[in-house]
């Protein structure tokens, strides 16, 4: 965080002191019961409902106590702790949070979409690390609380920065975009899942949307062109500059002559009338979708093309993202248990057409949360897309995912089926079939600890 003088937040806020010294520096900031207070010289937003432990917030101090609590109740801080009231707290967070966005005008990315958000956010931080000092958010944590730290952890030094944008319900983008004010944002795709927050498909495509509003006057949105759903996405009142992406369709960022090869894809990419032969690690026509953002994003950003393509070579696939190893029997396991929805199940089963070709092709499928009063329909969808396949042997995990089973059998799929309430016994009935000649897809949410562990342990260690 860029170190702020807590006087020059108090004039800032136009608030009262009422307590401790407001001669040093702010170099932390949190939102009481939100966040841990692990530092010293930390701001702390304290809403008027909250209990407040005095001993511990002094404990860490110097500290700065931002509240619209009553007097009464603020004048039991102790020596080391600055307090300043406010009229109104949540008035006082928003004004602080513009104050302190407009101190950069460096490039700001949010990233959105059903799939592949984490694996193109890392791709943009790999590339752009390599030439600028980039804050990112971390792995896959993207909730709406998250926001505050990863902006306050811009300082001086950073050149550029890239966010992924949870949602969990309507209104979670919008206002994660009040506070990261992107320039730049990116919809990978919209598929299905969060219904139960969302309540229908229309109403997850319009949440995601908020981002279209979200991004900066002037700035620019970098969509997947050849996805139905983010077509719905009304753009008639965006002012920035549009960019797409596509395989399918024509687009400013367009991938043709895609090839499975080792580790990863090569295509060719054709923008700005010129063409590039490009190579992402990882495997997939998603994977493809993903390095075309991240080339577009860092291309926005102010990097040359060639650059981009130069630093993606570089990018390590994250763990459990159709990571493949070797497991039990010398058989290829693909561990695919980051997150579980139709749209990612959909884009790993056609990974297998390709990879699975002359081999035996196990699935062990678990089951898809958040889908609200949808659950039977999409796990049955997930079941007719398994029975049209050369599936050898289809093991579903969980009581959702036995519609999945029970509508492969229901289309006539020729696999070996068991279905299992959770994994005790399910390695019993794999390990018999394991062998060099078998490829294992193990697909689940990340919440199941149970079926990454079961993953772990079919894994030749």
């Not at 029975?387 to 999945?404: H, N, S």
Request: glycine share 8%; proline share 3%.
């Amino acid at each position: 965080m860029q170190n702020i003088r807590v006087k020059d937040i108090r004039i800032l806020l136009q608030g009262e002191l009422l307590n401790g010294s407001e001669q040093w520096l702010v170099k932390h900031a949190i939102y009481y019961n939100r966040h841990d207070l692990t530092h010293s010289n930390t701001l702390i937003f304290v809403n008027r409902s909250d209990a407040v432990n005095w001993k511990e917030i002094d404990k860490k101090g110097p500290s700065l106590v931002i509240s619209d609590k009553p007097s009464t109740e603020l004048k039991n801080a102790l020596a080391n702790t600055t307090v300043i009231q406010v009229k109104s707290n949540v008035q006082a967070y928003w004004k602080f949070i513009e104050y302190y966005r407009s101190l950069f005008q460096i490039p700001v990315v949010a990233l959105t979409g059903t799939c592949g958000k984490t694996t193109t956010k890392e791709m943009i931080k790999h590339i752009a690390s390599k030439d600028w000092n980039v804050q990112a958010s971390v792995s896959s944590k993207n909730e709406p609380r998250q926001s505050l730290p990863y902006l306050t952890g811009i300082d001086e030094t950073t050149e550029a920065a890239v966010f992924e944008l949870g949602l969990g319900n309507t209104g979670n983008i919008k206002h994660q975009c009040m506070i990261y004010q992107p320039t730049i944002g990116i919809i990978t795709n919209i598929g299905v899942h969060h219904l139960d927050g969302c309540k229908n498909l229309e109403g997850y495509i319009k949440a995601k949307s908020e981002i279209v509003e979200g991004i900066t006057k002037g700035g620019t949105l970098i969509i997947n062109g050849d996805d139905e759903n983010t077509k719905k996405v009304p753009l008639h009142t965006f002012k920035g500059k549009i960019i797409t992406l596509g395989i399918q369709e024509q687009a400013d960022y367009r991938a043709s002559k895609i090839q499975f090869t080792n580790n990863g894809m090569r295509f060719v990419l054709q923008v700005l009338g010129e063409k590039f032969n490009v190579f992402v690690p990882g495997y997939g026509e998603h994977q493809v979708y993903n390095a075309l953002a991240a080339i577009a994003a860092v291309k926005e950003m102010g990097m040359t093309i060639n650059t981009a393509i130069a630093h993606l070579k570089t990018y390590k696939p994250m763990a459990r993202h159709l990571e493949f190893s070797t497991g039990i029997g010398e058989c290829t396991i693909v561990d695919d248990t980051w997150t579980n929805n139709p749209t990612s199940v959909e884009a790993a089963l056609k990974v297998l057409d390709t990879i699975g070709k002359g081999k035996k092709v196990i699935l062990v499928l678990g089951d898809i949360k958040r889908l609200g009063n949808f659950e039977e329909k999409y796990h049955r969808e997930i079941g007719s897309m398994v029975a049209t396949r050369k599936i050898q042997t289809l093991i579903t995990i969980g009581k959702r995912a036995e519609d999945i089973a029970k509508q492969a059998v229901k289309d006539g799929t020729n696999a070996d089926v068991h279905i299992f309430k959770d994994v005790t016994g399910v390695l019993d009935v794999l390990k018999p079939i394991l062998d060099p000649d078998t490829i294992v897809l193990i697909k689940g949410p990340m919440s199941s600890r149970s079926m990454i562990e079961f993953a772990n342990n079919l894994k030749d260690k």
